[in-house]
């Protein structure tokens, strides 16, 4: 496949492309003012780039998956690319601002450009310029999209992938952080991300420690999180998760939305036998995966392929019970596969505890009641 040569301009100086305009080595420098080039592939580039006339090179070498992990990029890339279209303050001007309490003059371009690559200029490459878009002029994903096509009104497609889409809106409603720490303990839509790729990578057979979460203990020296809860099994009083860990969801209202149906089928045939609507109190609590569960969901022993004779791939095992790490009572259940909450809204992996099995607690280890605005 040929890859697109042209070179598409978004806003202000800044360019996208496929990797061909390097590839036939372009004067970019020449046509475009181009002094950064940031490559958004695994590819190398002609070291024509590398030197002068060009300033800056940078490689982030990743792929076109959803679950490709871009968000510890954006803070570099924006720095970068600023850096390069802006003419900088000296030392000077920024202490006479401080000094005087005035606002900081408006940012000059400095006439250079930025061009951002990947292989074919359509998902890697325009994610980084929506994520420098957005940040900089506080635009939503849609209007910085907006803003790349309008210029471009071409055959050519920019649209990122799935996955990076997620990240992109976790981004902004993040207010711009880029600490996947951070992001892990305060955003359930970064956890809601992390579980789709946590799946990936465990039907890949590629789980590593660091995909299961531990519990914040409950001592009250340690909790910092005044809005802090945790879930307790029932039986023995063992901290089985908490509010960082916890997946929140929204149970299906539109009456067109399937999921807030529960259809029964006739035998072997689509007529419709049942029909009931979900409840609408959740009975599941969904969790990311746990260091205390890891051996019950990701034993080897547990989680295997197989190909049957027609050469498709069959897993097995990929459900079961979750049972209390330290008195053994039964506390829930996973299905990587997806399961549905009481409610009827589908969650996809799906590791829950039980209502009727846990107690909930706040910071102080107070009982959470079910008709507290603090109740899950």
Known sequence: ?????????????????????????????????????????????????????????????????????????????????????????????????????????????????????????????????????????????????????????????????????????????????????????????????????????????KQTDSQFSNIQNDDNDNIKDENWFGFKCCKCRALLASSEVYIPHAPPFDKDDKQMYFTKNAFKSKRVVNRQIGQNECTQIFTEPLTWMRDKISSENDIGTKEDNNSNIMFDNLEGRLDCYKCGNKVGGWNWKGERCSCGKWMVPAIHLLKSKVIQVDRNNKLILPNDDRAI
């Open 1 to 205: 496949m040929t890859e697109d040569t042209n070179i598409y301009r978004t806003l202000g100086p800044i360019y996208i492309s496929s990797i061909q305009p390097l590839l036939n080595e372009e004067d970019l420098f020449e046509k475009y003012k181009i002094k950064t080039i940031i490559s958004i592939t695994k590819s190398n580039i002609p070291s024509k780039y590398k030197i002068s006339p060009y300033d800056s090179y940078l490689q982030i070498p990743i792929d076109d998956l959803p679950s490709e992990v871009i968000i510890p990029y954006f803070s570099q890339i924006n720095k970068l690319i600023t850096e390069t279209i802006y003419k900088q303050r000296s030392k000077d001007e920024i202490e006479h601002t401080i000094i005087e309490g005035t606002k900081p003059a408006k940012l000059e371009l400095s006439g250079n450009a930025v061009l951002i690559h990947c292989q074919s200029g359509i998902s890697r490459s325009v994610s980084f310029v929506c994520a420098y878009l957005m940040n900089r002029y506080n635009l939503s994903l849609n209007h910085a999209l907006h803003a790349i096509r309008r210029n471009n009104s071409t055959d050519h497609l920019f649209q990122p992938n799935d996955g990076f889409i997620e990240q992109l809106e976790i981004y902004k409603e993040n207010n711009w952080i880029v600490d996947l720490v951070y992001l892990r303990k305060k955003s359930s839509h970064w956890r809601a991300y992390r579980m789709e790729y946590l799946m990936s990578n465990l039907l890949s057979n």
